[in-house]
C-alpha cells in the first residue's frame, strides 16, 4: 500500500523546529509521505528571526507543479507565505485538493511575516478556497478584522463566514487547560479542551498541529475527531521536549518519534 502525500508549502526554519520542518517530520510520524514547496528561505534560531529571504512566486509555483504533476497528494498544508503572490499560488491548486491553512502572519519572537497585501489575499483568495484554517486567537483576530473587545466564538464565526471551516486554537504558553474552538463546514461550534503541558520548548507547536491535522482529514477523519488527535500528537511532542535543553530561546517541540517495530 503507498503511503498518503501530504504536500507542505511553507518557510524554512534553519532552527528546525518549524516551517518545512515540522510539517515534514509530523507527516513521517503520522506515516506520510511529505513533498515540499518553500516560500522563503530564514535565519532563525530559537530567540528569533535574523533574516529572510522571500522566493518568487514563479519559484513556488514551479516546485508545487513538479509535486503534484508527479506524486497523488491528498492534502495541502500551508505555513508561512510571505506575499500575495504566492498566496495566489496557493488560491489557483486545484479544487479537488484538500487545504489545510495554517496563516503565519507573525512568529513568537514578534517578527511580522505578513503585510497588509498579503492579509487580503488571505481574505479574498486563499480562505474561500481553504478546506480549514487553523490560526491562533491573534491572527484570527487580524484576518477576520476583528477589534480585542470581540468575543472568540464571534471571530471564529467571521472566519467562517468567508469559507473554511475554523479550528482556532487556544495553545497559550504555560496554561492548565487548552481551549480549541471548532467550526465546521457546516458552522456547527464545539469547544475541544485538552490539557496543557507545562514547557517552554514549544517552538513549532502551530505548524505541527496543522500538520497532524492535515494528515488526519487526509485519512478520512471528521474535523472534530481530527482536531482532537492533532491535540493528542501535539501534547506527546510537547512531553517528549520539556526537559531538553536546546537553544537559548523557547525550544523546539519534539520532533522525534519512535519508529514502528520491523517485522522479521
Not at 174 to 188: E, I, K, N, Q, W
Amino acid at each position: 500500500m503507498n503511503p498518503l502525500v501530504a504536500l507542505a508549502v511553507a518557510g524554512t526554519d534553519s532552527g528546525g523546529a518549524a516551517g518545512v520542518a515540522a510539517d515534514l517530520t509530523t507527516f513521517a510520524g503520522l506515516g506520510a509521505h511529505g513533498a515540499c514547496a518553500v516560500t522563503a528561505v530564514t535565519a532563525q534560531d530559537t530567540v528569533g528571526v535574523r533574516r529572510v529571504v522571500q522566493l518568487a512566486a514563479d519559484d513556488v509555483r514551479a516546485q508545487v507543479d513538479a509535486v503534484l504533476e508527479d506524486l497523488p497528494v491528498a492534502v495541502v498544508k500551508t505555513g508561512m507565505l510571505g506575499s500575495a503572490e504566492v498566496a495566489a499560488v496557493v488560491a489557483g491548486l486545484p479544487p479537488s485538493l484538500a487545504l489545510v491553512v495554517d496563516p503565519v502572519l507573525r512568529t513568537t519572537s514578534g517578527t511580522a511575516l505578513a503585510d497588509e497585501a498579503l492579509v487580503a489575499a488571505y481574505r479574498t483568495h486563499v480562505l474561500p478556497r481553504s478546506t480549514v484554517v487553523t490560526p491562533n486567537l491573534a491572527e484570527a483576530r487580524r484576518l477576520a478584522g476583528a477589534s480585542p473587545e470581540d468575543a472568540h466564538e464571534d471571530v471564529a464565526r467571521a472566519l467562517h463566514a468567508l469559507g473554511p471551516a475554523v479550528v482556532l486554537t487556544g495553545g497559550d504558553p504555560g496554561a492548565h487547560l487548552c481551549r480549541d474552538l471548532v467550526v465546521d463546514d457546516r458552522g456547527r461550534m464545539q469547544v475541544l479542551e485538552h490539557p496543557g503541558v507545562p514547557t517552554t520548548n514549544d517552538h513549532g507547536t502551530g505548524c505541527t498541529f496543522s500538520a497532524a491535522l492535515a494528515v488526519h482529514l487526509a485519512g478520512g477523519e471528521p474535523l472534530p475527531a481530527a482536531t482532537r488527535a492533532a491535540q493528542s500528537f501535539v501534547a506527546a511532542a510537547l512531553r517528549r521536549s520539556a526537559g531538553w535543553r536546546l537553544g537559548r530561546g523557547r525550544g523546539p517541540v519534539a520532533h522525534t518519534f519512535v519508529p514502528p517495530t520491523q517485522e522479521v
